[in-house]
């Protein structure tokens, strides 16, 4: 090998250990919470909207971080060349870093409570942080029950809305809900694709992820419905008057969901051909939870 080609390899090895498009998980339920409150109030405070992003990030950031860090104890990673503990042989680093993150971005929420004077939002977040840290660490491993995808839909819909939307507002939204339902299942579902190529690893330490559970080929006949229903819900609650008519330009992200449909389903059973599925997965929430939000600022711009 050239050292041009090392050089080339370690940097995909770093962007894959770090995984900046993942972030996007992040921003979304952020974009879109306070898309609803613009359109529902038209209230925007765009100094707690870039502090809430941030933290978010460096929250997210803490949660892949650790999430090597623990699975480095329990041998899920022995073959993930991307393990930032893997790539750097230096675990205990890793978790410092890792905590700094955590510190950083829960310091950034607590100013937004500070100056609501009101520890909703702070409160809401540290729930999201409890749910991150049984989803990985022990010793509850919440993953490897399989429960991963469930704990996802609450921290980046329900839990991760409320307090963007409160952070805006002081106030609850039932429309704010119903979004956190399309988003929270658009996130889940990154999750459920990324189970995909590590199957047989998963499956040799006992991670009962539901890809493992119900096997690759169920799995992928799951994958319609679950994209189906991100559509369909919009245009229900289009029907029932809680989203605008906006709201249907997420429908421009169909070839996405067709596009991720169609390579998992033709190679389900190749888990090596699957590493990038979830990139697709993270294209379809980036567009689906991008057009959604637009939507909701649509209907007060036009
Ligand atoms: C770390 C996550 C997935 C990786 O899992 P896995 O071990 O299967 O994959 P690797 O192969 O990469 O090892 C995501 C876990 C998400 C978790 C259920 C919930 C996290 C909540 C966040 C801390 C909340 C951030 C929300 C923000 C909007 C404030
Ligand atoms: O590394 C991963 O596979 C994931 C990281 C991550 O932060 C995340 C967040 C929300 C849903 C899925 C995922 C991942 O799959």
């Avoid at 090597?68 to 393990?83: I, P, Q, R």
């Avoid at 299942?185 to 539901?210: E, M, W, Y």
């Avoid at 979830?278 to 991008?290: D, K």
């Amino acid at each position: 090998m050239t050292t041009r080609t090392i050089e080339r390899t370690s940097k995909k090895l770093w962007f894959a250990a770090i995984k900046p498009p993942m972030y996007s998980v992040a921003i979304m339920p952020i974009w879109v919470g306070s898309a609803v409150a613009f359109a529902e109030t038209h209230q925007f405070n765009a100094s707690i909207f870039f502090t809430f992003l941030i933290s978010a990030i460096l929250i997210l950031a803490w949660e892949n971080f650790s999430n090597d860090v623990f699975d480095s104890e329990t041998g899920a990673d022995v073959n993930k060349k991307n393990s930032l503990v893997n790539m750097t042989g230096n675990k205990s680093l890793i978790f410092w870093i890792s905590n700094l993150c955590l510190a950083a971005g829960l310091l950034g929420i607590s100013t937004i409570a500070a100056r609501q004077q009101d520890f909703t939002v702070i409160g809401l977040i540290l729930l999201c942080c409890g749910i991150g840290y049984i989803y990985q660490g022990p010793p509850f491993r919440l993953s490897y029950k399989g429960l991963g995808e469930i704990l996802c839909f609450f921290a980046f819909g329900p839990l991760a809305f409320a307090a963007t939307y409160y952070s805006q507002t002081k106030a609850w939204s039932n429309t704010s809900l119903a979004a956190s339902i399309v988003v929270g299942i658009a996130t889940s579902l990154i999750l459920f694709c990324s189970h995909f190529n590590q199957v047989k690893d998963d499956a040799a330490i006992g991670k009962r992820s539901p890809v493992v559970r119900l096997g690759t080929k169920r799995s992928a006949q799951l994958l319609p419905w679950i994209c189906g229903s991100l559509y369909a819900l919009t245009t229900l609650f289009v029907i029932l008057k809680v989203f605008p008519v906006w709201t249907l330009l997420i429908f421009l992200s169909l070839p996405v969901a067709r596009k991720l449909c169609k390579f998992i389903g033709s190679q389900h059973d190749q888990p090596q051909k699957l590493t990038f599925c979830r990139l697709i997965a993270v294209e379809l929430h980036f567009w689906s939870g991008l057009l959604l939000g637009l939507g909701f600022m649509l209907t007060q711009l036009v």
